[in-house]
């Protein structure tokens, strides 16, 4: 078993040019995962100097290590959004992701990016049969929005998914899978191509007004934007509003086209499951099976755990348990942290006193991180500010900032997550 990240093996990493001289543009990026690559690829195309600094290599946080699902759900799906925020504001908060969503299908098609882009319907799953409300909550609606998708009663999921085990799906199109950390390496090399200044092996260690301080040199721009995700509380900044959660990823050895077939008899998928801490499954490139999920202990344990045999054996439980025919074996495991705000909507917005710095962070989902690197650009470019209120770092959250303080950050995070999804 290879405890180490799946999409890795597919390129050779080595952290290249790091900063060793004083450089100055119109914007300096701290972060090379995707947040921060978007934002570069809109403010270049326009024009600006961009100066990206990244601790480690592009890709290496949450942004290269996830499961490539490319779909506008993430961690919120669209009847929670209808029955918090009302059917105008849950559409147009709607159709921001689905802007990301989009903004990454236009990047790879008119770049011929090579990252194992595959066009996979979303198939959304009740694992147990109290679990029903929860499908057909999102089948209705999708179509009270006016958004495609058909909805499968237990009977019917077998034509589509091979197993009888679940009670209720809802699929719908115009979603696909890739392989993140492809996308953003060579997003990298496309933004370098464009006159971008990227800096790898480079962690900020100090922060003024304009400017970024490393270990060897400085960079001064006109704006800032910090794309950090987890890591901008270790900076010093937005340490009450950011969290973060584990999840993990096993990829089986090669799969027959007859066992593709047990999963999947008409065609491949994006499949999550509806408990709090889903299960989710795709087929990726090399006919591998790709499976997701934690537990309730390490999604909110606040390390990163090292050995994850066990974890490789549950997902291979978990999907053996729905096809018992398969003969499965994991390959790879991998662990994942990733930023989240309490209430999983993302945090973006500019820093009060210093009105050209901004902050990019618990975009649960590559699409939210897509399209808030956009909309970020596009504030410093053209004074956009339709969302701020919305994905406000200065919001009200359900626990205090004194609370948290008292129960500590994990368990803060526990309770909000609960009552965001179970209250």
């Known amino acids: 078993m290879f405890q180490s990240v799946y999409w890795y093996s597919k390129k050779n990493i080595t952290p290249q040019n790091p900063l060793s001289s004083d450089q100055s543009a119109d914007v300096a990026i701290v972060g090379g995962g995707l947040a921060g690559l978007t934002a570069a690829q809109i403010l270049s195309e326009a024009g600006k100097s961009v100066v990206i600094l990244e601790q480690a290599f592009c890709g290496a946080g949450a942004s290269g290590k996830n499961s490539g699902f490319i779909t506008p759900d993430s961690e919120i799906p669209l009847r929670e959004l209808i029955e918090t925020k009302g059917d105008a504001e849950a559409r147009r908060v709607w159709e921001f992701v689905v802007g990301g969503v989009h903004h990454l299908r236009t990047t790879i098609e008119d770049n011929s990016i090579d990252c194992d882009y595959q066009v996979q319907d979303s198939l959304y799953i009740a694992k ?21 998708s058909k909805l499968y009663k237990k009977n019917e999921i077998p034509k589509v998914l091979g197993t009888d085990t679940y009670y209720e799906a809802v699929r719908y199109p115009d979603t696909f899978g890739m392989n993140p950390f492809m996308y953003c390496q060579n997003l990298k090399r496309i933004l370098e191509s464009r ?9 900020v260690t100090h922060i003024a007004p304009n400017e970024l301080r490393t270990e060897k040199a400085a960079v001064r721009a006109k704006h800032i934007i910090f794309c950090g995700d987890r890591f901008i509380p270790q900076l010093g900044k937005l340490n009450y509003q950011i969290y973060q959660a584990q999840t993990f990823l096993s990829v089986s050895k090669t799969l027959s086209e007859e066992q593709i077939h047990m999963i999947f008899p008409e065609e491949n998928m994006l499949v ?12 990726i490139e090399g006919n591998r099976l790709l499976v997701g999920g934690s537990n309730m202990f390490y999604t909110y344990l606040p390390m990163e755990k090292k050995n994850n045999d066990d974890i490789a054996r549950s997902h291979r439980d978990y999907i053996v348990k729905r096809f018992p025919k398969l003969d499965l074996q994991m390959e790879y495991v991998w662990p994942g942290m990733l930023g989240v705000s309490q209430d999983f909507l993302p945090i973006c917005g500019s820093d009060p006193a210093v009105p050209n710095t901004f902050y990019i962070g618990a975009a649960s989902g590559m ?24 994905f406000s770092p200065y919001r009200h959250f359900t626990i205090h900032p004194w609370l948290q303080k008292i129960m500590g950050k994990p368990a803060a995070f526990a309770i909000a997550h609960g009552i965001k999804k179970l209250l």
């Open 128 to 148: 147990k049969k109290r679990h029903i409300p929860l499908i057909h909550g999102e089948y209705e609606a999708r179509n009270k929005l006016g958004y495609k």
């Open 195 to 203: 006159q971008v200044k990227i800096f790898e092996n480079t962690p």
């Open 272 to 283: 999550w499951d509806s408990d709090l801490i889903y299960h989710y499954f795709r087929i």
């Open 367 to 390: 699409p939210w991180a897509a399209a808030l690197g956009r909309y970020t650009a596009e504030k410093i470019l053209s004074g956009r500010d339709d969302f701020d209120a919305e």
